[in-house]
């Protein structure tokens, strides 16, 4: 079939000429992963790498294997008890045998990803929220604690039927199971259970970070991952054979559709480095010479990857085969976005998806406007829709105009599982509110410009500000706090918390994070700082105004950073203000020295401020 190439708004009008789904004859990911192995069976599938010191020697399983196995744990689970409408949770490090779950999972039951470095009562919550039958995890392995985890989240499980140790031993009487011992007594060929899968059908349930104490569950149909895969296709540029590196974790929709589902539905080759993934030090300072050895076509990464792929030693490699990245789930700053394509000669294609549905991408082979995040996918809408306090609607929003970023399409989700979390979400029927705020530009662009709810996203990772807040209110001598994400050159932001103490009370920060450290369920949610203020900023009728505080703590970062320019300036302001196209904007009021040029000040900035995403401007004085 010829590779369609999406390069403006009008080329994707074009393409939904001929309805979805008519474009496709696959109605499950298990149909669809299967169409994927038959282009060439005995073309490799997924290669691990252990370490980026030993990537020319991987562990690689050709299509035929990969279907075998899948199928093969499809009915595994089927045999443990698992049918269309029961859940299989897993705990597991980026394996080929994570896939061999994620997609036996979806053939048999619903598949449910967990992250591991959650804490065990979050793994718990998670798990009694999706009503998980059997728990997948790795098993007892030297520098993990997933097992660990596993056998305790065991205990607060009263109506799971069995847990399953990947490279672990079987112990039945306990309701233990090898997943190795076991798998290959079962049928490869096809599946047991005879079970016909429907579109609408429930695939998958994953967890995202939510703002209310239960945890917030996205249910993904089979439609959902297979549009997803379809539509990704249209707006990038893989084809079958080719090579995708896969460093972002199999828990997280990035590394288990976009560079899982969508290249094995096209036959292409996964590149899985390492268990650890980019966590993995090895990896990053091994990754142009990784690309190199698989001459690979495309990687999917967040900011902080490529910031700290910028530092990386590229030396000899040669990464001509790099025809792009893929870049989402977290701000990319114009200037990391500029030095990263100059250093690497590598495309950034920015994206924008949530857990909910991806909605956006800028064209591989049409203008890239750097900054946006690129044109409605195929067969999906997205408008700028004016609401109310109570996020209905009101209006849409005119050309350029700031307003909630809404969404419809075959990607995006049906509700979150739990009815709590629904409220509001839906300010016209069928149009998703994503929560971010934003603005569509006369070429059908879309531009974030700030998000109303109040996640906090640390290099991609969802963090609740509420559970902070919650265990700070657990201490005895705040009167009032509040979490906000810090603006950081690496992660894009990190979280930190202001403190408003009680009359005659305080903490030293020390005390408060070590209470925090204890308290918070997600180590990557504890703060890296605690601001004590004498007066948290409020609206009229009593609310913390955190825009106030996304303002100081911008303030307090682009201020730290500027210090350093006393050799080349008599002084440096900075102010941070709203601003209707960029959402914050900080201006910069430099008076250089006498003899320095304005030039070498600004080329200073910028090599201080390139790999922060907040706006700025410089005002000479």
């Known amino acids: 079939m010829k590779k369609i190439k999406i390069t403006d708004l009008s080329s994707i009008e074009a393409v939904e000429k001929i309805p979805l789904e008519k474009r496709f004859d696959i109605q499950s990911t298990y149909d669809m992963i299967k169409k994927g192995a038959m282009i060439n069976p005995d073309a490799p599938a997924i290669s691990l790498i252990m370490s980026g010191d030993q990537f020319d020697a991987p562990l690689q399983i050709n ?84 097992w660990e985890k596993a056998l305790e989240v065991r205990q607060h499980l009263p109506e799971l039927k069995a847990i399953v140790s990947i490279f672990g031993p079987s112990d039945e009487p306990n309701g233990i199971y090898g997943f190795d011992d076991k798998i290959e007594s079962y049928n490869g060929d096809q599946l047991d259970s005879n079970r016909i899968i429907i579109p609408d059908d429930t695939a998958s349930i994953y967890h995202t970070g939510g703002t209310t104490g239960l945890p917030k569950l996205v249910p993904h149909t089979h439609l959902n991952e297979v549009a997803l895969s379809l539509t990704s296709d249209m707006a990038t540029e893989l084809n079958s054979g080719e090579v995708i590196l896969v460093g972002l974790p199999l828990f997280h929709i990035n590394g288990t559709l976009m560079t899982g589902s969508y290249p094995l539905s096209i036959g292409a080759h996964i590149v899985l480095m390492s268990p650890q993934g980019y966590r993995n030090p090895s990896i990053i300072e091994n990754f142009y010479r990784i ?37 989402g789930a977290a701000p990319l700053s114009v200037d990391l976005f500029e030095r990263f394509e100059t250093y690497s000669g590598i495309k950034i294609l920015e994206i924008y998806g949530l857990t909910e549905g991806n909605a956006s991408c800028n064209p591989y082979y049409g ?66 509110n994503s929560g971010d705020l934003g603005r569509q530009d006369e070429n059908g662009y879309l531009w974030l ?107 307090r970062v682009y201020s730290n ?55 700025y401007e410089l005002i000479f004085v």
């Open 367 to 432: 203008e890239r406007k750097i900054g946006s995040i690129g044109l409605r996918l195929p067969y999906h809408e997205i408008k700028i829709f004016i609401v109310d306090g109570d996020g209905a609607f009101v209006r849409e929003a005119k050309t350029n105009e700031i307003g909630a970023v809404c969404m419809r399409g075959p990607c995006v989700f049906g509700g979150y599982l739990e009815e709590a979390h629904n409220k509001g979400i839906w300010p016209r029927e069928g149009w998703f």
């Open 291 to 327: 690309a190199e050895h698989y001459k690979a076509t495309a990687f999917s990464a967040v900011p902080t990857i490529l910031s700290m792929l910028l530092d990386a030693e590229k030396g000899e490699a040669d990464i001509s085969s790099l025809k792009y990245v893929i870049c």
């Open 561 to 615: 950073e500027l210090k350093v320019l006393g050799d080349l300036t008599n002084s440096v302001e900075v102010q941070v203000n709203a601003d209707k196209i960029h959402g914050l904007l900080a201006q910069i009021i430099v008076n250089p020295k006498t003899g320095i040029e304005a030039e070498s000040v600004r080329d200073r900035i910028s090599d201080l401020l390139a790999r922060y995403t907040i706006c």
């Open 63 to 146: 299509y035929r294997e990969f279907l075998k196995k899948v199928t093969q744990t499809a009915n595994f689970f089927h045999d443990l008890g698992i049918g269309p409408k029961d859940v299989v949770s897993y705990i597991l490090p980026n394996l080929p045998h994570t896939h061999y779950v994620l997609w036996g999972a979806e053939a048999a039951g619903i598949a449910n990803p967990i992250n591991p470095m959650l804490e065990t009562k979050t793994i718990a919550d998670i798990c009694n929220a999706a009503n998980t039958k059997v728990l997948v995890a790795l098993g007892e392995f030297p520098g993990s604690d997933i």
């Open 449 to 555: 410009t700030g998000r109303k709810k109040e996640l906090i996203i640390r290099g991609g990772h969802n963090i609740d500000p509420q559970m902070i807040e919650n265990a700070l209110y657990r201490l005895p001598e705040v009167q009032i706090a509040a979490a906000v994400g810090r603006p950081d050159q690496h992660a894009g932001e990190v979280p930190v918390a202001y403190v408003q103490f009680k009359k005659n009370q305080c903490l030293t920060e020390k005390q408060i994070l070590e209470t925090l450290k204890i308290e918070i369920g997600e180590p990557a949610a504890i703060p890296k700082a605690i601001y004590v203020i004498d007066q948290m900023p409020l609206t009229p009728v009593g609310k913390i105004f955190k825009p106030d505080l996304n303002r100081d703590v911008t303030l």
